[in-house]
């Protein structure tokens, strides 16, 4: 056997003594901790470029499109009008709630005149129009129809019963 040159024959502390002073210097300064995002690719640190994949521009394509509001529109701004205007428009409170057909339902389709069915309910939502985030035009697709299953799709987590108490006008029969 041929002698190993003199650097292998250190001990095993001297060699963990080398490594500690070799980590040591990268290590007298301690990184800062490093912040994570979440993307839809997983999370993102600000010095990592992150990675495009297929479901990016399928991503893109189905994104909310929301609008911006005009001023005195906001959610805050809806609970007050809730609280100090008719949002049931000229139905007479003895008549309340009503019994709603689909016949009657479909007459009212008109940005003045809307009314939606969600889960058997009908809502009277001309005053909420100009408050809904994504528009009134996505709405109007809804115009004097059951809008359930849409609703379902896109906002199945929020409580449309409390946004709309006030709209509150009957029941589907």
């Known amino acids: 056997m041929t002698p190993l040159p003199a650097k292998a024959d250190m001990s095993a502390k001297e060699k963990l003594e080398q490594l500690k002073k070799q980590r040591g210097e990268s290590m007298a300064r301690p990184a800062a901790p490093q912040r994570s995002y979440l993307s839809p690719n997983g999370p993102v640190t600000p010095n990592m470029t992150p990675t495009v994949s297929p479901m990016d521009s399928i991503m893109t394509a189905n994104a909310r499109r929301k609008i911006s509001l005009k001023p005195g529109h906001s959610p805050l701004d809806w609970e007050t009008k809730k609280k100090t205007s008719n949002m049931k428009g000229s139905i007479d409170p003895r008549d309340f709630p009503l019994r709603v057909t689909k016949e009657e339902l479909k007459k009212h389709n008109k940005e003045h005149d809307f009314w939606i069915c969600l889960n058997h309910k009908i809502y009277n939502l001309s005053p909420y129009l100009d408050y809904h985030p994504g528009g009134v035009e996505v709405l109007m697709k809804c115009a004097g129809k059951d809008g359930t299953f849409l609703f379902n799709k896109y906002h199945r987590w ?8 006030a709209c509150f006008v009957g029941f589907l029969v």
């Open 158 to 165: 929020v409580n449309y019963e409390r946004i709309l108490d």
